[in-house]
């Protein structure tokens, strides 16, 4: 079992990505894809005249501040364009291809985090009224059934909180989060960058090899923005049993099968 | 087997629907929920500068024209923003839904229609690269594994074509191949008006009871605007063996089994 997360940012080339899921499920792998959808829900938060706004944690996480209306957005983008695009785009390529987002028979449960703390302008301050949440607990029970149908599902955000209301949660890690509740032995996980760069943004500097013991140590001074948290995603999975996690560039033929084949940032 | 049609048109109180959809659940019935989302549709792309555009064929039937950006706009609108906001009710009422679109699985098929004809002051035209078509197969061992896996179905618009492109479809015509596929015995289409009007709009003018023989004479006489799609979709449900179709308000607490206890126009 592998669980393959693709990221939303610019520069991923879909078609791409779908025709080597194709190419793998053929060749008989049994797969789960996580995807994101970042830059699109930016563009249309912006045309819809209700601009995201990002917050950083003291920790130094940056998320989506997500009211409700970003949130009916968010799931306008995730659950809507980008999932059904990938959806027919897997369909088109003989894979028979569900899309699914975390609330979705409950799929992604978690607890919600309505206040959070955020660090602006050197200041702390709360801000509530957020949806947003961490997975918790997978429902394997439906992915196990569609992947005994046949069926490849295709899992988006937003999770589901445990007082049933619909939250953001980070995507790697709930890719993470996926793979632990499948006992998958790899989690891939596809950005617009080719790994962890010791100088970002310099990709000639990627660092091709972390054992986990040394996550903590790449994250706090390579790591940059969102490679934080895919560190942190690849920690808790590789900590939940995942045999290894590979962090892999999307913007190229044949992605997956490159990642896996161990081109990228290897956590083990 | 039930299937329950619940429209996208203003007015329509889905909170109270959904309260409805879970207490026949609890009272033990099976059921397939297949929503619309026009209105909103209608808003979202107003508001992202691709204003929506309705064209009517030669027989007098009224539809969305849909390119492909229009495509886009309606599966972020009835895939994400509609059928999130209802699985998550459900989810919020003890109902375990899960929602697909008929992409997802293959799970409404039809042919698209690419080219079609359309009359525009008085003069008819052929107009292309439409992405619509009409549900002509239904997946139902998806919706059956669901169904048994103790899930309730939450289904919505775009289809996928023969060549497994997304095409925009009817949702009452759609519910009614469903309700085929399955051998339900009743499909309830519940939208913002009480049924079909003697003298629309006057609600008082209520048409009760329209035997099948007389679905086209009726259609032809009484109905205005999309109630003739709604028509045309139950009589291709009675054909095909489902036992009634009962066209409901959906503007009311207990909208289902009021529904189903026979208000509106009942067609059998």
Redesign the interface.
């Known amino acids: 079992m592998i669980v393959v997360k693709v990221g939303g940012s610019e520069g991923i080339d879909y078609d791409a990505f779908c025709a080597d899921i194709a190419q793998l499920v053929k060749a008989g792998k049994q797969l789960i894809v996580v995807h994101g959808g970042s830059s699109q829900t930016n563009a249309?938060a912006e045309?819809?005249?209700h601009p995201p706004q990002f917050v950083t944690s003291p920790s130094g996480y940056t998320s989506r501040l997500t009211d409700r209306k970003t949130l009916?957005i968010f799931?306008?983008?995730?659950?809507?364009?980008m999932?059904?695009?990938i959806?027919?785009k897997l369909?088109?390529l003989g894979v028979?291809?569900?899309?699914?987002?975390g609330?979705?028979?409950?799929l992604w449960r978690g607890k919600r985090k309505s206040a959070i703390r955020v660090v602006e302008n050197g200041r702390k301050r709360i801000i509530r009224n957020n949806f947003t949440g961490k997975v918790e607990a997978v429902n394997t029970?439906?992915l196990t059934?569609l992947l005994e149908?046949g069926?490849v599902p295709v899992l988006t955000p937003?999770a589901?909180s445990y007082?049933?209301?619909?939250i953001n949660v980070d995507g790697d890690r709930a890719a993470g989060a996926t793979a632990i509740a499948l006992k998958a032995n790899t989690l891939v996980i596809l950005s617009n960058v080719p790994g962890v760069l010791k100088n970002f943004p310099d990709e000639e500097s990627l660092i091709t090899d972390v054992p986990s013991s040394q996550i903590d140590h790449v994250s706090e001074h390579y790591a940059e923005g969102r490679m934080r948290i895919k560190l942190l995603g690849s920690k808790e999975a590789i900590e939940g049993g995942v045999g290894r996690v590979i962090l892999g560039d999307a913007r190229q033929a044949d992605c997956v099968s490159t990642a896996l084949a161990g081109k990228g940032t290897t956590i083990s």
């Open positions: 249309v045309a819809l005249g009916e799931e306008m983008v995730y659950c809507g364009k999932n059904k695009m959806v027919e369909q088109a028979n291809a569900v899309g699914l987002s609330i979705d028979g409950g029970d439906l059934m149908g069926y937003p589901i007082e049933n209301e619909a």
